[in-house]
Protein backbone atom coordinates (compact mmCIF):
# COMPACT_ATOMS: atom_id res chain seq x y z
CA UNK A 1 0.00 0.00 0.00
CA UNK A 2 1.05 3.47 -0.06
CA UNK A 3 1.09 4.81 2.95
CA UNK A 4 1.52 8.43 2.27
CA UNK A 5 -1.64 8.48 -0.34
CA UNK A 6 -3.26 6.72 2.72
CA UNK A 7 -2.77 8.65 5.45
CA UNK A 8 -3.03 11.99 3.36
CA UNK A 9 -6.39 10.73 2.66
CA UNK A 10 -7.30 10.75 6.22
CA UNK A 11 -6.01 13.75 6.88
CA UNK A 12 -8.15 15.47 4.39
CA UNK A 13 -11.35 14.08 6.25
CA UNK A 14 -9.94 14.81 9.44
CA UNK A 15 -9.53 18.56 8.68
CA UNK A 16 -12.63 18.73 7.29
CA UNK A 17 -14.05 17.64 10.27
CA UNK A 18 -12.22 19.60 12.31
CA UNK A 19 -13.17 22.60 10.14
CA UNK A 20 -16.91 22.16 10.75
CA UNK A 21 -16.07 21.13 14.73
CA UNK A 22 -14.44 24.51 15.62
CA UNK A 23 -16.57 27.72 15.74
CA UNK A 24 -15.53 30.39 13.19
CA UNK A 25 -12.98 33.13 13.62
CA UNK A 26 -15.82 35.26 13.94
CA UNK A 27 -18.09 34.02 16.65
CA UNK A 28 -17.56 36.10 20.03
CA UNK A 29 -15.32 36.42 21.44
CA UNK A 30 -13.07 36.16 18.36
CA UNK A 31 -9.44 36.38 20.10
CA UNK A 32 -9.59 33.00 21.50
CA UNK A 33 -11.45 31.34 18.68
CA UNK A 34 -8.89 32.71 16.17
CA UNK A 35 -5.77 31.28 18.05
CA UNK A 36 -8.35 27.84 18.53
CA UNK A 37 -7.91 27.47 14.31
CA UNK A 38 -4.46 29.16 14.17
CA UNK A 39 -3.32 26.24 16.38
CA UNK A 40 -5.86 23.47 15.47
CA UNK A 41 -6.24 23.93 11.77
CA UNK A 42 -2.69 23.63 10.80
CA UNK A 43 -0.42 21.22 8.91
CA UNK A 44 -0.62 18.62 11.71
CA UNK A 45 -0.29 15.02 10.48
CA UNK A 46 -3.04 13.84 12.46
CA UNK A 47 -1.41 10.33 13.22
CA UNK A 48 -3.55 9.95 16.33
CA UNK A 49 -6.81 10.34 15.17
CA UNK A 50 -5.56 8.67 12.02
CA UNK A 51 -4.84 5.32 14.02
CA UNK A 52 -8.24 5.56 16.04
CA UNK A 53 -9.91 5.51 12.52
CA UNK A 54 -7.80 2.22 11.35
CA UNK A 55 -7.70 0.63 14.51
CA UNK A 56 -11.81 0.93 14.73
CA UNK A 57 -11.95 -0.87 11.31
CA UNK A 58 -9.20 -3.70 11.78
CA UNK A 59 -11.45 -4.99 14.44
CA UNK A 60 -14.52 -4.57 12.59
CA UNK A 61 -16.15 -0.92 13.06
CA UNK A 62 -17.35 1.56 10.79
CA UNK A 63 -14.77 4.58 11.46
CA UNK A 64 -17.50 6.98 10.02
CA UNK A 65 -19.04 6.55 13.43
CA UNK A 66 -16.68 7.59 15.05
CA UNK A 67 -14.74 10.61 13.53
CA UNK A 68 -16.07 13.45 15.81
CA UNK A 69 -14.25 10.88 18.90
CA UNK A 70 -10.84 10.62 17.01
CA UNK A 71 -11.24 14.51 16.34
CA UNK A 72 -11.54 15.26 20.35
CA UNK A 73 -8.08 13.34 20.39
CA UNK A 74 -6.58 15.59 18.19
CA UNK A 75 -8.28 18.90 20.20
CA UNK A 76 -5.88 17.33 23.07
CA UNK A 77 -2.82 16.68 21.49
CA UNK A 78 -3.03 20.51 19.85
CA UNK A 79 -3.89 21.68 23.74
CA UNK A 80 -0.79 19.76 24.91
CA UNK A 81 1.72 21.85 21.98
CA UNK A 82 0.39 24.91 22.71
CA UNK A 83 1.27 24.55 26.71
CA UNK A 84 4.27 22.83 25.69
CA UNK A 85 5.74 25.76 23.50
CA UNK A 86 4.97 28.76 26.46
CA UNK A 87 7.78 30.23 27.67
CA UNK A 88 7.58 28.25 31.20
CA UNK A 89 7.91 25.20 29.47
CA UNK A 90 9.84 24.59 26.19
CA UNK A 91 9.79 27.95 25.16
CA UNK A 92 9.26 28.09 21.51
CA UNK A 93 8.57 30.39 19.19
CA UNK A 94 7.51 28.63 16.25
CA UNK A 95 5.55 25.31 15.78
CA UNK A 96 4.29 23.58 12.33
CA UNK A 97 6.01 26.25 10.75
CA UNK A 98 4.45 29.59 11.92
CA UNK A 99 4.58 31.57 14.78
CA UNK A 100 3.26 29.70 18.34
CA UNK A 101 0.21 30.27 19.89
CA UNK A 102 1.46 32.75 22.58
CA UNK A 103 3.56 34.06 20.15
CA UNK A 104 0.83 34.97 18.05
CA UNK A 105 -2.06 35.45 20.87
CA UNK A 106 -0.13 36.33 24.17
CA UNK A 107 0.30 33.68 26.98
CA UNK A 108 -2.96 34.93 28.57
CA UNK A 109 -5.21 33.80 25.25
CA UNK A 110 -2.52 30.81 24.64
CA UNK A 111 -3.47 29.40 28.08
CA UNK A 112 -6.98 29.55 27.92
CA UNK A 113 -6.70 28.58 24.10
CA UNK A 114 -5.16 24.84 25.88
CA UNK A 115 -7.79 24.98 28.29
CA UNK A 116 -10.71 25.27 26.27
CA UNK A 117 -9.06 22.62 23.10
CA UNK A 118 -9.41 20.29 26.25
CA UNK A 119 -12.60 20.78 27.11
CA UNK A 120 -14.10 20.75 24.07
CA UNK A 121 -12.06 17.43 22.78
CA UNK A 122 -14.40 15.72 26.31
CA UNK A 123 -17.01 17.60 25.07
CA UNK A 124 -17.08 15.78 21.77
CA UNK A 125 -15.68 12.47 22.54
CA UNK A 126 -19.07 12.71 25.62
CA UNK A 127 -21.64 13.71 22.43
CA UNK A 128 -24.56 11.34 23.03
CA UNK A 129 -24.99 11.06 19.14
CA UNK A 130 -22.55 8.32 19.68
CA UNK A 131 -24.86 6.13 21.40
CA UNK A 132 -26.29 5.76 18.07
CA UNK A 133 -24.06 3.62 17.42
CA UNK A 134 -22.41 2.42 20.04
CA UNK A 135 -23.00 1.29 23.86
CA UNK A 136 -22.83 3.92 26.36
CA UNK A 137 -20.32 1.71 28.27
CA UNK A 138 -17.90 1.36 25.15
CA UNK A 139 -17.92 5.27 24.80
CA UNK A 140 -17.27 5.52 28.77
CA UNK A 141 -14.16 2.80 28.70
CA UNK A 142 -12.63 4.81 25.96
CA UNK A 143 -13.02 8.47 27.49
CA UNK A 144 -11.56 6.82 30.54
CA UNK A 145 -8.50 5.49 28.77
CA UNK A 146 -8.42 9.12 26.91
CA UNK A 147 -8.48 10.81 30.15
CA UNK A 148 -6.00 8.59 31.90
CA UNK A 149 -3.53 9.31 28.72
CA UNK A 150 -3.97 13.05 28.79
CA UNK A 151 -3.94 13.70 32.78
CA UNK A 152 -1.31 12.41 35.78
CA UNK A 153 -0.67 9.24 34.64
CA UNK A 154 0.00 10.23 31.30
CA UNK A 155 1.06 13.58 29.26
CA UNK A 156 0.91 15.39 32.53
CA UNK A 157 2.75 12.97 34.31
CA UNK A 158 5.15 12.39 31.97
CA UNK A 159 5.88 16.22 31.69
CA UNK A 160 6.43 16.63 35.05
CA UNK A 161 9.30 14.49 35.33
CA UNK A 162 10.92 15.92 31.99
CA UNK A 163 10.77 19.46 33.53
CA UNK A 164 12.29 18.63 37.16
CA UNK A 165 14.75 16.57 35.07
CA UNK A 166 16.56 19.19 33.00
CA UNK A 167 20.02 19.71 33.53
CA UNK A 168 19.91 16.84 36.18
CA UNK A 169 21.50 13.42 35.29
CA UNK A 170 18.98 10.41 34.53
CA UNK A 171 18.71 6.68 34.19
CA UNK A 172 16.99 4.46 31.02
CA UNK A 173 13.86 3.57 33.19
CA UNK A 174 13.31 7.29 34.07
CA UNK A 175 14.26 8.75 30.57
CA UNK A 176 11.57 5.48 29.12
CA UNK A 177 9.22 6.94 32.31
CA UNK A 178 9.17 10.55 30.54
CA UNK A 179 8.63 9.14 26.78
CA UNK A 180 5.48 6.65 27.52
CA UNK A 181 4.19 9.22 29.83
CA UNK A 182 4.34 12.50 27.98
CA UNK A 183 3.96 11.20 24.34
CA UNK A 184 3.41 7.39 24.26
CA UNK A 185 0.27 7.64 26.42
CA UNK A 186 -1.81 9.59 24.27
CA UNK A 187 -0.76 7.59 21.64
CA UNK A 188 -1.52 4.25 23.23
CA UNK A 189 -5.14 5.80 24.30
CA UNK A 190 -5.68 6.79 20.09
CA UNK A 191 -5.35 2.71 19.58
CA UNK A 192 -7.55 1.30 22.60
CA UNK A 193 -9.95 3.53 22.22
CA UNK A 194 -10.41 2.80 18.67
CA UNK A 195 -10.13 -0.75 19.61
CA UNK A 196 -12.77 -0.55 22.26
CA UNK A 197 -15.38 1.45 20.63
CA UNK A 198 -15.00 -1.11 17.85
CA UNK A 199 -15.92 -3.72 20.21
CA UNK A 200 -12.50 -5.61 19.96
CA UNK A 201 -12.09 -9.06 21.89
CA UNK A 202 -9.41 -9.13 25.17
CA UNK A 203 -6.90 -11.09 22.77
CA UNK A 204 -7.46 -8.40 19.98
CA UNK A 205 -7.15 -5.63 22.78
CA UNK A 206 -4.10 -7.02 23.88
CA UNK A 207 -2.38 -6.94 20.77
CA UNK A 208 -3.26 -3.55 19.92
CA UNK A 209 -1.99 -2.78 23.60
CA UNK A 210 1.36 -3.59 22.93
CA UNK A 211 0.90 -2.73 19.43
CA UNK A 212 0.59 0.91 20.53
CA UNK A 213 3.47 0.98 23.60
CA UNK A 214 5.72 0.18 20.75
CA UNK A 215 5.18 2.73 18.25
CA UNK A 216 4.45 5.43 21.31
CA UNK A 217 7.71 5.02 22.51
CA UNK A 218 9.47 4.96 19.03
CA UNK A 219 7.42 8.09 17.82
CA UNK A 220 9.34 9.64 20.90
CA UNK A 221 12.43 8.69 20.13
CA UNK A 222 12.41 9.26 16.73
CA UNK A 223 11.32 13.09 17.97
CA UNK A 224 14.57 12.90 19.87
CA UNK A 225 16.51 11.90 17.01
CA UNK A 226 15.56 14.54 14.76
CA UNK A 227 16.06 17.17 17.29
CA UNK A 228 19.77 16.48 16.48
CA UNK A 229 19.97 15.84 12.63
CA UNK A 230 16.96 17.60 11.35
CA UNK A 231 16.71 20.95 10.40
CA UNK A 232 14.14 23.97 11.68
CA UNK A 233 12.78 23.81 8.74
CA UNK A 234 12.00 20.49 8.24
CA UNK A 235 10.65 20.32 11.81
CA UNK A 236 8.71 23.62 11.94
CA UNK A 237 9.96 24.75 15.27
CA UNK A 238 12.57 26.31 16.99
CA UNK A 239 14.10 23.50 19.12
CA UNK A 240 16.94 22.50 17.87
CA UNK A 241 20.78 19.70 18.76
CA UNK A 242 21.60 22.81 20.36
CA UNK A 243 19.07 23.83 22.53
CA UNK A 244 18.74 19.75 23.68
CA UNK A 245 21.75 19.49 25.41
CA UNK A 246 21.28 18.53 28.56
CA UNK A 247 17.56 17.55 28.03
CA UNK A 248 16.32 13.77 29.08
CA UNK A 249 16.33 12.40 25.13
CA UNK A 250 17.87 9.05 23.53
CA UNK A 251 20.52 10.32 22.31
CA UNK A 252 21.98 12.06 25.01
CA UNK A 253 21.83 9.22 27.12
CA UNK A 254 22.58 6.66 24.70
CA UNK A 255 23.91 8.07 21.43
CA UNK A 256 22.30 8.53 17.68
CA UNK A 257 23.53 4.90 16.47
CA UNK A 258 21.89 3.26 19.22
CA UNK A 259 19.04 5.08 19.68
CA UNK A 260 18.50 4.62 15.85
CA UNK A 261 18.61 0.83 16.68
CA UNK A 262 16.57 1.25 19.22
CA UNK A 263 13.94 2.84 16.59
CA UNK A 264 13.89 -0.21 14.74
CA UNK A 265 13.79 -3.06 17.07
CA UNK A 266 10.42 -1.16 18.62
CA UNK A 267 9.09 -1.05 15.01
CA UNK A 268 9.94 -4.10 14.45
CA UNK A 269 8.12 -5.10 17.67
CA UNK A 270 5.07 -3.28 17.00
CA UNK A 271 4.42 -5.54 13.41
CA UNK A 272 4.99 -8.57 15.08
CA UNK A 273 2.33 -7.76 17.74
CA UNK A 274 -0.39 -7.12 15.24
CA UNK A 275 0.51 -10.89 13.59
CA UNK A 276 -2.88 -12.42 14.52
CA UNK A 277 -4.96 -9.91 12.32
CA UNK A 278 -3.51 -11.15 9.33
CA UNK A 279 -3.20 -9.06 6.22
CA UNK A 280 -5.89 -6.77 7.49
CA UNK A 281 -2.80 -5.08 9.91
CA UNK A 282 -0.94 -3.68 6.66
CA UNK A 283 -2.48 -0.10 7.64
CA UNK A 284 -1.04 -0.16 10.85
CA UNK A 285 2.11 -1.85 10.06
CA UNK A 286 2.34 0.52 7.15
CA UNK A 287 1.92 3.14 9.81
CA UNK A 288 4.55 2.25 12.30
CA UNK A 289 7.21 2.08 9.43
CA UNK A 290 6.14 5.79 8.31
CA UNK A 291 6.59 7.04 11.98
CA UNK A 292 9.95 5.11 12.27
CA UNK A 293 11.42 6.71 9.02
CA UNK A 294 9.86 10.14 8.83
CA UNK A 295 12.00 13.48 8.60
CA UNK A 296 9.79 15.81 10.43
Known sequence: MNVEKFLNEWKKIIDDALEKLLPSE?????NIHKAIRHTVLNEGKRIRPILTLTTHELVGGDSTSIIPFACGIELIHAYSLIHDDLPAMDNSDFRRGKPSCHKAFGEAIALLTGDALLTLAFQVMADPALCKNHSPLSIVKAIHVVAQAAGLQGMVGGQTV??????????????????????????LSAIKSGAILGGAQEDALEALTKYGKMIGLAFQITDDILDVIGSKKDLGKTTGSDEMLGKATYPNLLGLKESQKRVQELTQHAEEALSQFGPNAEP???IALYLCERRQ
Open 26 to 30: DTFPS
Open 162 to 187: DIETQGKSFDLPLLEYIHTHKTGALI
Open 284 to 286: LKQ
